[in-house]
């Protein structure tokens, strides 16, 4: 591994690539002609991007990727909050954030605490079981939350997974195939849960929209709580391996995805020419927003910047981090050899998210 990412789309990935982002940050915007992407590192510029009305989601032209145009995964993507901008986006992120708020904490935590700890009890806790819960809990918790049954949560946590690679920018047909498919299931698995407990109050958030709508915006919240919750759960196993650390404190948390972010970049597509922060930007053209590095910019607030800022800020913090306090509870309960767990730690995951692999050096 050299001592610099490759590019901006491989710093995730990579053991140490502060020092890169810091001449990033200092910079402020760069452009990276091979990637076709514009860099914006610092604090100011990433701000100004993710304020802009002209920096979207999605290209104007190009609302749902061509690959899943047509299928009921795009069909779904195109109803999501996270792909929707003006007005559309402003009454769903109320629906959406109403949604989330009715569901307290403490009943998140304690929910990802009991599924981590019968996850645990079926083997020996070793870096690959380590992989298979980071993997299974994000979605499992949400999903048991929404009224799934559980003896299914496995499999839809695996459904979700395959969404997730067949809107991967790599996917072939072959994985857009098997997503659009994962979604049909899903999609008939949310038709038919009860409606108490949270979904009802769900259903009363989205009451001024149809069936399709709500449904495919809980599809959309099980799809954005999968990489980046395994994400962030991953990182705070890591720190449990490197030694005791208060995880019931959200300020520590913070102060940790500061200093090591697990979301690294999102995007953006430029609607209108614009100058952001100094730098001109044309229609057309696409910002590969570096979070990790803003939160590093000495010039900045010294602000984790892991849940995003602006218009499209993640509505789902509260519950990521209830549900990765509750799997740590369930783990440390199981008294693993968190030294040896740490020993093989790899970066392997989706290129915005800094994923840590636990068992990549075992043998199967
Ligand atoms: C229960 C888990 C989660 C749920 C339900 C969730 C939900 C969402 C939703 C619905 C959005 C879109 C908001 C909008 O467009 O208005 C979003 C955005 C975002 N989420 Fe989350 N999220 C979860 C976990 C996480 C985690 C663990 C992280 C970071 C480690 C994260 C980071 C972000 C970021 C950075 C954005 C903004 C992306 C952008 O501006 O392009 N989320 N999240």
């Given at each position: 591994m050299s001592a610099w990412p490759e590019h901006a789309l491989a710093a995730a990935g990579h053991p140490d690539p502060y020092p890169y982002y810091r001449t990033l940050a200092e910079d402020g915007w760069r452009r990276d002609e091979q990637l076709g992407l514009w860099l914006a590192a610092s604090r100011r510029a990433v701000d100004a991007v993710l304020g802009s009305p002209v920096c979207r989601v999605r290209p104007v032209r190009e609302p749902v990727p061509a690959g899943i145009a047509?299928?009921?995964?795009?069909?779904?993507?195109?109803?999501?909050?996270?792909?929707?901008?003006?007005?559309?986006?402003?009454?769903?992120?109320?629906?959406?954030?109403?949604?989330?708020?009715?569901?307290?904490?403490?009943?998140?935590?304690?929910?990802?605490?009991?599924?981590?700890?019968a996850f645990l009890m079926t083997g020996a806790v070793d870096g690959r079981r380590l992989d298979a819960l980071v993997d299974f809990l994000p979605v499992a918790t949400l999903a048991s939350?929404?009224?799934?049954?559980?003896?299914?949560?496995?499999?839809?946590?695996?459904?979700?997974?395959?969404?997730?690679?067949?809107?991967?920018?790599?996917?072939?047909?072959?994985?857009?195939?098997?997503?659009?498919?994962?979604?049909?299931?899903?999609?008939?698995?949310?038709?038919?849960?009860?409606?108490?407990?949270?979904?009802?109050?769900?259903?009363?958030?989205?009451?001024?929209?149809?069936?399709?709508?709500?449904?495919?915006?809980?599809?959309?919240?099980?799809?954005?709580?999968?990489?980046?919750?395994?994400?962030?759960?991953?990182?705070?196993?890591?720190?449990?391996?490197?030694?005791?650390?208060?995880?019931?404190?959200?300020?520590?948390?913070?102060?940790?995805?500061?200093?090591?972010?697990?979301?690294?970049?999102?995007?953006?597509?430029v609607a209108a020419n614009a100058t952001l922060a100094g730098q001109t930007l044309r229609a057309g053209d696409q910002v590969l927003v570096l979070l990790a590095a803003a939160a590093r910019d000495p010039a900045g607030p010294a602000e984790t910047m892991d849940f995003g800022r602006g218009r499209h800020a993640c509505p789902g913090e509260a519950l990521a981090l209830a549900t990765a306090r509750g799997a740590l509870h369930a783990l440390e309960q199981n008294r693993p050899d968190w030294r040896a767990l740490g020993g093989g730690i790899r970066f392997s995951g989706p290129p915005n998210v800094r994923m840590r692999r636990f068992g990549a050096g075992e043998r199967a």
């Open positions: 047509g299928s009921p995964l795009g069909e779904a993507f195109g109803r999501w909050l996270r792909m929707s901008e003006g007005d559309a986006h402003a009454r769903l992120r109320t629906a959406v954030g109403e949604g989330l708020a009715a569901l307290p904490c403490d009943e998140a935590e304690l929910t990802a605490r009991r599924l981590a700890r939350l929404l009224g799934w049954p559980e003896a299914a949560l496995a499999e839809a946590a695996e459904a979700i997974a395959r969404v997730c690679r067949a809107l991967a920018a790599d996917a072939d047909a072959a994985a857009r195939e098997r997503g659009a498919e994962a979604c049909r299931t899903l999609l008939a698995d949310l038709a038919v849960l009860s409606t108490d407990g949270w979904l009802r109050r769900w259903r009363e958030a989205f009451s001024e929209w149809d069936g399709a709508s709500l449904n495919a915006n809980l599809l959309g919240i099980l799809f954005q709580s999968r990489d980046a919750g395994a994400g962030l759960l991953s990182a705070g196993i890591a720190w449990c391996c490197q030694g005791e650390w208060d995880h019931a404190d959200p300020a520590e948390w913070r102060a940790r995805l500061r200093q090591d972010p697990v979301l690294h970049h999102t995007r953006r597509f």
